[in-house]
């Protein structure tokens, strides 16, 4: 089965720029939907982007839109998020995850149809 593992989190200042990174192991990245959420304390985890099997859909959740950006490296079996002009309201803990079904890539965001969590990199965004 699948596993996902995050990391590239850590304490940066507002307005810098930030990759994270997640490594799949046990099966490959392109049969899943994949995806990366986020969650404060005492808050529920939210779905800020996904993406299809295919590459060619996407989801932002609109708080993250045009700041955010999921990508893929099949060869390296590996999803990135790209998160640039951070704000402390980006510090979170990151989660990458993957689904095998999902009926649309807003879906398993936004009701977080996932399969397979990673166990999270957090993100401290401050001065």
């Known amino acids: 089965q699948l ?15 930030l990759r994270l990174s997640c490594s ?13 959420f986020r969650q ?10 996904c993406v299809d ?10 708080s993250v839109k045009d700041r955010f950006t999921i990508s893929r490296d099949i060869a390296k079996n590996t999803v990135y998020l790209q998160i640039d ?3 402390p309201e980006d510090t979170a803990v990151y989660y990458c995850a993957a689904a095998s079904v999902v ?11 996932v399969d397979y969590w990673g166990r999270g ?7």
């Open 40 to 49: 404060v304390p005492g808050q529920e985890r939210e779905g800020i982007t």
């Open 24 to 36: 799949a192991s046990g099966s490959t990245l392109n049969e899943y939907a994949t995806g990366w």
């Open 3 to 17: 596993q996902l593992v995050e990391s590239g989190g850590g304490l940066v200042q507002p307005g810098e720029s």
């Open 103 to 113: 009926s649309t890539i807003r879906t398993m965001c936004t009701r977080k149809w």
């Open 121 to 127: 990199t957090q993100v401290t965004v401050s001065s």
């Open 53 to 62: 099997s295919a590459d060619d859909d996407f989801y932002y959740a609109e």
């Open 85 to 87: 002009k951070l704000t």
